[in-house]
């Protein structure tokens, strides 16, 4: 395994409740990523990192906050769940240098009811 | 917007065949991977291609990167059941923070 711990690995929660995501990793890897993984739409960006305290949107960043205030920590926040965030979400880390390839931990399940 | 095209979304094959899937773009990306993703788990990666032109073999993989840089394919000799799973190419969209963009995934089931 890469070294990549996500918590909680499943959670159940209301609309309107916020929820954090925590990703946890032992590489000293400079870069961090959020997923979510959707039926029919693969893997989509939502926020990454690029070090500590910077960080930047993806492609589905909408309702979505992040924060990083260790190298080794990368949380991703829902301010007030909706349903629609219902999913599986993926942390992953990468390497500095170019052409880096991602590795991803194991998924968090978050159904919001 | 940006799509990343996988065929065939989904094979159902015998154990002991040949299996192949490929993965087509309308914009060139200089470097292609490959992933497989096994059921409760994040994805693994297989195969990263940075030459265009290269083929790539992983054990019984083999990936090669289309000489266009618009697409790529993997294959899987001699299928076995543990490579049951859904399989993904990805591109690096953005060099900055080696940012990927993901294709939709090809599920492959293998009949023992």
């Known amino acids: 395994d890469a070294g990549i711990t996500q918590s909680p690995r499943h959670k159940v929660t209301e609309t309107g409740t916020p929820v954090t995501l925590r990703c946890h990793q032992t590489?000293?890897?400079?870069?961090m990523y959020w997923y979510r993984q959707d039926p029919g739409h693969g893997l989509r960006l939502i926020h990454y990192s690029y070090g500590v305290k910077d960080t930047d949107k993806g492609e589905v960043s909408d309702g979505y906050s992040v924060s990083r205030s260790k190298t080794e920590d990368f949380l991703l926040t829902l301010e007030s769940a909706t349903s629609s965030q219902t999913s599986v979400y993926f942390c992953a880390i990468s390497d500095r240098g170019a052409d880096q390839p991602q590795h991803f931990g194991d998924g968090t399940r978050l159904s919001i009811l | 917007g940006q799509q990343l095209n996988q065929s065939p979304q989904s094979m159902f094959i015998q154990e002991g065949e040949d299996v192949s899937m490929n993965c087509t773009s309308s914009?060139?990306?200089?470097?292609w991977l490959w992933y497989k993703q096994d059921p409760g788990e994040g994805p693994v990666l297989l195969i990263a291609l940075y030459k265009a032109g290269e083929l790539t073999s992983n054990g019984r993989l083999t990936a090669q990167f289309g000489i266009t840089r618009k697409d790529s394919f993997l294959n899987i000799s001699a299928s076995i059941p543990s490579d049951v799973g859904i399989y993904f190419c990805a591109v690096l969209k953005l060099r900055r923070a080696n940012n990927l963009f993901f294709g939709t995934g090809t599920r492959l089931t293998v009949i023992p």
């Open positions: 914009s060139i990306f200089n470097t």
């Open positions: 590489e000293n890897h400079r870069y």
